[in-house]
């Protein structure tokens, strides 16, 4: 049985993963005390098989019950022998500001105060949990099908070789590194169209601008490159227990290359027959 603890930062779309994690076919209840956890648990696994996936979101909403929660886990784990997984959601504080400004809620922390003061306590109430999470979704520049289809590949019936997904997420720099990566190549060596007239507002998902990216013999060979490194490393994440890894493929402003790189370097892998998913962040942020 898979049993899911989806937890995160209030505002980083607990509730929209929930649901979607719902329409594959998890039995899921939300805000459950954690001292329920241990009890509940053992009631899905002795239903013979009737309740096979199960997610929790379990957040600090839960008040001073919240803190129980790393006990609730020991006891999960090794006095129950029941596995569990943790789905932590992230995003950046500026884009939990304005989420927040835009449904008008008030941060369940900091009920008479400043939003960004609720998010840095509940940043520092999490840490620890993060840590111990199996996998990290930043939502910050996710589309709701984008989460979707990465919690489709992290919690679906898929027939892939191997349980590891692969997240490939195009960025510029300008707006800032990508966090959450693994592996990160930087793509600012190569020409940048935003330099050509009848280039400069497309973006790397145009043809003509894919046409113009992949005309440089410096863009196969980093290709090719790029591939020999995966096809080395990703055997050895797999053994070791890894079960997301995520490729960060930078430009300046994360429209033209980046984006144009990360598409290929997505279809590799999917050609491969690995879990993969792509990300564009920057893509809609303006010049390069």
């Known amino acids: 049985m898979r049993f899911v603890i989806v ?18 076919g998890f039995f899921c209840v939300d805000n459950l005390p954690p001292k329920l956890i241990p009890k509940f648990a053992e009631l899905c696994y002795q239903s013979s098989g009737k309740i096979d996936k199960v ?4 957040d600090i909403r839960g008040g001073g019950f919240f803190d129980d929660l790393f006990e609730c886990l020991y ?4 006095l129950l022998g029941y596995d569990y997984e943790i789905l932590f959601l992230d995003a950046a504080d500026d884009v939990l500001i304005k989420r927040y400004k835009e449904s008008r809620r008030m941060h369940p922390l900091v ?3 400043r939003i960004i003061q609720g998010i840095n306590m ?35 019936d898929s027939q892939a070789s191997n349980g590891m997904v692969i997240s490939v997420v195009s960025f510029g720099y300008k707006n800032g590194i990508l966090v959450d990566a693994d592996l990160v190549f930087d793509v600012r060596f190569l020409p940048n169209p935003f330099y050509i007239d009848e280039l400069k507002n497309h973006t790397g998902k145009d043809e003509d601008v894919k046409k113009y990216i ?33 490729i960060g493929i ?26 993969a998913d792509v990300v564009h962040r920057d893509i809609q942020s303006g010049e390069e």
Request: aromatic residues 8%; hydrophobic residues 35%; positive net charge.
């Open 214 to 246: 992949f005309s440089f013999p410096e863009t196969k060979i980093f290709l090719n490159k790029v591939e020999d490194m995966l096809d080395f490393l990703i055997p050895y994440y797999i053994k070791e227990g890894k079960s997301q890894l995520v």
């Open 122 to 156: 509940e940043r520092e109430r999490l840490k620890s949990l993060k840590e111990k999470a199996t996998y990290v979704i930043d939502t910050s520049y996710m589309q709701p099908k984008q989460l979707k289809e990465t919690l489709l590949n992290l919690f679906g």
């Open 7 to 24: 937890t995160g930062l209030s505002g980083a779309g607990k509730t929209l993963a929930i649901r979607y994690m719902e329409d594959i």
């Open 250 to 275: 930078g430009c300046t402003g994360g429209r033209h290359r980046s984006v144009a790189i990360a598409d290929a370097i997505y279809e590799i892998l999917r050609n491969k027959g690995h879990r």
């Open 55 to 58: 997610a929790i979101v379990v």
């Open 75 to 78: 006891n999960l784990k090794e």
């Open 111 to 113: 009920r008479e105060g």
